[in-house]
């Protein structure tokens, strides 16, 4: 069976400008069947178009940075971490590229978070200092540990995968999404509020955003292995 192309973006090392990104997302694609193609940290549109052409779906990874606030029309708060503007900018590019033919798309952790910015949503730039909860988003456990609940929207794309109303999933992150975007729904949520996975409205796209890392032990975990599953299954039928 053919393999579809699937596009992933690199996370940007700001000590020597290079892009890398943990092999982990690949092989969790090759496995499901898909073909994965990094692309370059290049913020140039035309290149961009040039390979999302070419490709039949779209994996937006984490990042160690944090999304510029000024794209959500906020001043950075005291605890926003690092900003990679290269990566910002290559991130809306991709998206951009994917929204207009509709690809498969699959948004992990930053990705997803950078996705909501873009489609007009705003993200929460500190949990511990401006939401304040109990739950370590931030995981001091080991990173392929999982240690708290999502709670899933009945009927959406993560609850059919799951096939369950709630997960156990590992969490790295600080940030969050705030206001959901436009066109954009909240599918999950952990239970002090914090929403987790979101998804198009557009029931005929597959476009799916996790707050999670189902790349992180994919191989031991049903629901990361069925969700990437069904990703390159989106894909191959482009
Ligand atoms: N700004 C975000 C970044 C979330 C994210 O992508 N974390 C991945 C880091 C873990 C890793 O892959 O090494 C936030 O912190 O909320």
């Known amino acids: 069976?053919?393999?579809?192309?699937?596009?992933?973006?690199?996370?940007y090392d700001p000590r020597d400008g290079s892009g890398y990104l943990s092999s982990e997302y690949a092989a969790a694609l090759e496995a499901a069947g898909g073909a994965p193609v990094h692309l370059a940290l290049l913020p140039e549109e035309e290149y961009v178009e040039a390979v999302v052409e070419r490709v039949a779906g779209l994996l937006l990874p984490g990042s160690a940075s944090d999304v510029d606030p000024?794209?959500?029309?906020?001043?950075?708060?005291?605890?926003?971490?690092?900003?990679?503007?290269?990566?910002d900018r290559v991130e809306r590019l991709v998206i951009a590229a994917a929204e207009r033919?509709?690809?498969?798309?699959l948004a992990i952790c930053y990705g997803m978070q950078a996705w909501n910015v873009f489609r007009g949503g705003t993200l929460i730039q500190d949990i511990a200092a401006e939401y304040g909860t109990a739950i370590a988003h931030r995981q001091r456990a080991p990173r392929g540990e999982r240690t708290h609940w999502v709670d899933l929207l009945e009927g959406s794309r993560v609850a059919l995968l799951a096939g369950a109303r709630r997960l156990w999933v590992n969490s790295h992150h600080h940030q969050a999404v705030e206001v959901v975007g436009e066109g954009l729904r909240a599918t999950a949520w952990a239970e002090d509020g914090i929403i987790e996975a979101i998804e198009a409205e557009d029931e005929d796209w597959f476009a799916v955003g996790v707050q999670w890392h189902p790349e992180v032990r994919w191989a031991e975990d049903e629901f990361s292995r069925a969700l990437f599953r069904r990703f390159v299954q989106e894909c191959r039928a482009r």
């Open 1 to 11: 069976m053919k393999r579809p192309l699937i596009g992933l973006t690199l996370r």
């Open 70 to 87: 000024r794209l959500y029309g906020r001043e950075p708060h005291p605890e926003l971490g690092e900003v990679h503007e290269v990566r």
């Open 101 to 105: 033919r509709r690809l498969p798309l």
